[in-house]
C-alpha cells in the first residue's frame, strides 16, 4: 500500500512496522522537535535509511494533492501536531489516538490517565475527519494501567500497543473502513494547567506523587528555597512530623527532602526553572 506518514519518535515503532510490512511510504511528515522533550530523530533517520522524503513544514492541501497524483491510497497520522486538511481531499487517512475514545479526546491526554486513577486505558485507531480525534474508530487495543503508573511506562504501553494494531488495520483496511463505529459522546481532556502540573506541598504524598509520575520527565513544577524547580521524579513516603509543609528538611549531595502534610517528598531529578 502507498501511504504517507504523519508524526514523530512517540510512534516511531508504528513507522518501523509499515516499512517491515513491505508498504511504500511517499513521504514522512514531521515537524520541528527539541529533542530534549520531544524527538524526531528515529523517523527521520528511518525515511534517510529508505530514501523517503522528509517534510517538516505543516501539511497543506497542495500536499495531499500531489499525494494523490502520486497514487497514495492512505495517511497514517500518528501524533502529529497539525491539522491534516482532509476536507480538501479524496485520500483516506486514519490517525492513532492513546486513549480508548472516545474517552479522552485532546493533544496530550497520558496525564490525565494519571491524574484521573483510570485503570484501564489504550490506544484507538480512527477515521481523519476535518476535526480533531473525532472520526468514526476503526479499531482499538487495550491494556491496565497498574496504580504506580507514570508517564513514562505509560508511553511505553501505548507505543507497545500501537504497532501491532496499526499493522492489523493496515492488513484489511477496507474492512476495518467499512465497520468503523461512529464516536457518541465522551469527552475531551484539555492541555493540563499549570495548577494541575504544580505540587502542592499541603496535599497528602500520595496525590504529590500522583502529580511527579503524571508528568515525569515532562516535568511537573515546585516552589521552595524561594525559587521555582521543575521536577522530573521524585519519591514520597507518609510520616507525622512537625514541619511546615513546603519546608526543607534536608538537602543531600544530590536530592532534596521536603515536607508535606502528612509525609516527606523527596525530589530526586529537578533543576531551577530558567
Given at each position: 500500500m502507498k501511504i504517507a506518514y504523519f508524526g514523530y519518535d512517540f510512534f516511531a515503532s508504528c513507522l518501523e512496522r509499515i516499512l517491515q510490512d513491505g508498504h511504500e511510504v511517499l513521504c514522512v511528515f514531521t515537524f520541528e522537535t527539541d529533542n530534549k522533550y520531544n524527538f524526531n530523530e528515529k523517523i527521520i533517520s528511518l525515511a534517510t535509511a529508505h530514501g523517503i522524503r522528509v517534510a517538516t513544514a505543516a501539511v497543506s492541501a497542495d500536499d495531499l494533492r500531489k499525494l494523490e497524483e502520486q497514487g497514495c491510497e492512505l495517511l497514517v497520522v500518528a501524533a502529529y501536531p497539525y491539522r491534516v486538511p482532509v476536507e480538501s481531499s479524496k485520500l483516506r487517512g486514519i490517525n492513532l489516538h492513546p486513549t480508548l475514545l472516545p474517552e479522552g479526546r485532546g493533544r496530550w491526554p497520558l496525564p490525565h490517565i494519571i491524574l484521573k486513577k483510570l485503570r484501564e486505558s489504550g490506544v484507538s485507531i480512527h477515521?481523519?475527519?476535518?476535526?480533531?480525534?473525532?472520526?468514526?474508530?476503526?479499531?482499538?487495543?487495550?491494556?491496565?494501567?497498574d496504580p504506580d503508573e507514570n508517564l513514562e511506562t505509560l508511553s511505553c504501553k501505548c507505543q507497545l500497543a500501537?504497532?501491532?494494531?496499526?499493522?492489523?488495520?493496515?492488513?484489511?483496511?477496507?474492512?476495518f473502513w467499512a465497520n468503523a463505529v461512529p464516536q457518541n459522546?465522551?469527552?475531551?481532556?484539555?492541555?493540563?494547567?499549570d495548577s494541575e502540573m504544580t505540587l502542592d506541598w499541603r496535599a497528602p504524598v500520595e496525590d504529590i506523587h500522583r502529580v511527579v509520575r503524571a508528568f515525569g520527565k515532562m516535568?511537573?513544577?515546585?516552589?521552595?528555597?524561594?525559587?521555582?524547580?521543575?521536577?522530573?521524579?521524585?519519591?514520597?513516603?507518609?510520616?507525622?512530623?512537625e514541619y511546615q509543609p513546603g519546608s526543607i528538611v534536608l538537602r543531600t549531595n544530590r536530592e532534596v527532602l521536603i515536607a508535606a502534610r502528612n509525609g516527606f517528598v523527596c525530589l530526586r531529578i529537578f533543576e531551577e526553572e530558567t
Open positions: 477515521k481523519l475527519d476535518p476535526g480533531f480525534d473525532s472520526g468514526a474508530v476503526l479499531a482499538q487495543a487495550r491494556f491496565s494501567v500501537a504497532a501491532p494494531l496499526l499493522a492489523k488495520v493496515m492488513s484489511q483496511t477496507d474492512t459522546g465522551g469527552s475531551i481532556w484539555p492541555f493540563p494547567s516535568h511537573s513544577t515546585a516552589e521552595f528555597d524561594g525559587k521555582k524547580w521543575n521536577v522530573a521524579d521524585a519519591s514520597v513516603w507518609e510520616e507525622c512530623h
